[in-house]
């Protein structure tokens, strides 16, 4: 029997772990990668920019590969290529100092010239590969001119022919839209081009990527359902309906060796499944820190998110604002941390100021300090509006911090409704409502505090479910055999 053939993908990416990262897009595009390489089916390798950020101890690792001439527009620019390898992934850096050398990933005013480039130099750089692709991933709007690229431009070119592209959205809400004017000045798209990434009168590049690729993964694949719903496509939804055939969901993973609770140095006591009562010394110990009550009895819940408007903060509020028994403070400790939108920042640090034994609002991120916090919390609250995918759930249930959500994309494909405690990982809430929030925490503490039998089976049940990345990379190994045959 004739071996199936290794699938060649190179991801095209702003971002990756431990190189330069904003968030979940930079995990996923070292995360994947490595996990499609350890399956021996994928030879799995990355591109991105050169940045001022990455480590000079990565760089000094570096190999230069060769330097090109790229076109864009009516600019001809250097572009140096770097090669190295870590943790199993191959690594391609793209090098313009003009365009990367930044104390920044993102926020200048030329973002759109800036991975224009990236994409045009990522098509360019192919025939001086190792390797040829048969497959290119980009990721978001960032680099949703490769395909968009490679469709005009680079398909009939020899050397090209039968390169297939996939198009990841991580979130459809960020879409590259730009005005007319500057599709041939910055992008380089004729007049006779525009159709592809015009939408609503405006350069969309979302859109673009969308009708010019072979196929459309998202994170999870409730959200794959739930981008052709007018409520959630960004207003992509009729587009999104005729590409549907092209789209497939699948349901990220995590570095379950990194969120280890059983190893991990950030927690004040390691602790596993079977000895998930150990949790209790690490909340013990976070009171402390946080100068909060120490009382295992009263129900910890933490909140880890990004203080931005559709991670249910709203919902949170109106929670909080209830006067009297209805106030989910009465009955909980509550940790939130993270941060993000001014207005959402001020209002959680009058909240610890109004309720200083109740609520520790951490203006903050970091990864030791959120492993601390779930190791410590009881409940992890996520009330998200939308939710593309979403990790916290999955570091939660790593950790036993039982996961209390609202049923929408990747947190309703992860967590399963507890019932009455006998099944299930966690809790789920349907509608988009703080009252509907507020009666599923309310079956949480009780049955932490009624049912102490079925509370340390639930969080057993969480701690063992399977969020690593081998099902994600094993759905995308078939993914890329059928795309290829």
């Not at 979940?24 to 991105?48: F, H, Q, Y």
């Not at 009955?331 to 993000?340: A, C, D, K």
């Not at 409704?417 to 006998?422: F, I, S, T």
Request: proline content about 4%; some cysteine; aromatic content about 10%.
């Amino acid at each position: 029997m004739a071996k199936a053939k290794v699938q060649k993908v190179l991801f095209v990416t702003t971002e990756a772990v431990p190189f330069a990262s904003t968030g979940g897009m930079g995990e996923v595009c070292s995360n994947l990668p490595r996990a499609l390489n350890k399956t021996k089916k994928t030879d799995a390798r990355v591109m991105m920019p050169l940045y001022e950020e990455v480590a000079y101890h990565f760089k000094d690792r570096m190999t230069f590969v060769c330097n090109i001439t790229v076109g864009l527009a009516w600019r001809n620019q250097y572009c140096g290529l770097f090669r190295m390898e870590h943790d199993g992934v191959v690594y391609y850096f793209v090098d313009n100092e003009y365009y990367f050398k930044r104390v920044n990933i993102y926020g200048y005013y030329d973002d759109a010239e800036r991975f224009a480039f990236l994409s045009r130099a990522a098509l360019e750089l192919l025939p001086y590969l190792d390797f040829k692709p048969d497959v290119l991933q980009s990721n978001d709007h960032l680099t949703a001119l490769v395909p968009i690229y490679y469709k005009l431009h680079y398909q009939n070119r020899s050397g090209y022919e039968h390169i297939k592209n996939i198009f990841t959205i991580h979130n459809i809400n960020y879409q590259g839209i730009y005005p007319l004017v500057i599709a041939g000045d910055v992008f380089g798209l004729s007049e006779s081009e525009l159709n592809v990434v015009e939408f609503n009168g405006k350069i969309n590049l979302a859109k673009g990527a969308i009708v010019s690729c072979d196929k459309i993964t998202t994170m999870s694949p409730q959200y794959a359902r739930e981008i052709r719903l007018p409520e959630f496509s960004g207003g992509l939804d009729a587009i999104l309906i005729e590409n549907r055939a092209k789209i497939v969901g699948i349901l990220n993973g995590i570095d379950v060796d990194e969120f280890d609770p059983s190893s991990s140095e950030s927690l004040f006591v390691n602790y596993t499944a079977e000895e998930i009562e150990k949790k209790k010394q690490n909340k013990l110990e976070l009171q402390r820190m946080l100068s909060l009550p120490e009382d295992t009895d009263m129900p910890l819940v933490c909140m880890i998110a990004h203080m931005v408007p559709h991670k249910g903060y709203d919902l949170l509020r109106k929670s909080i604002n209830k006067q009297g028994e209805g106030n989910i403070l009465e009955n909980i400790q509550l940790v939130i941390l993270g941060q993000g939108d001014p207005d959402i920042e001020g209002y959680l640090s009058h909240v610890q100021n109004m309720y200083n034994r109740k609520v520790r609002a951490l203006i903050t991120y970091n990864r030791d300090l959120a492993q601390k916090v779930l190791a410590a919390a009881d409940m992890c609250l996520i009330p998200s509006r939308m939710e593309p995918c979403g990790l916290t759930q999955m570091y939660a249930c790593r950790f036993g911090a039982v996961p209390i959500v609202r049923a929408t994309g990747g947190l309703i494909d992860s967590i399963v409704d507890c019932g009455k405690g006998d099944t299930g990982n966690g809790f789920v809430f349907e509608e988009y409502d703080s009252d509907v929030m507020d009666k599923a925490i309310e079956r949480a503490v009780a049955m932490y505090r009624k049912q102490k039998k079925a509370w340390l089976e639930l969080g057993k049940r969480a701690m063992t479910c399977d969020f690593s990345w081998g099902k994600a990379a094993l759905e995308f190994n078939v993914l890329y055999r059928v795309l290829s045959a």
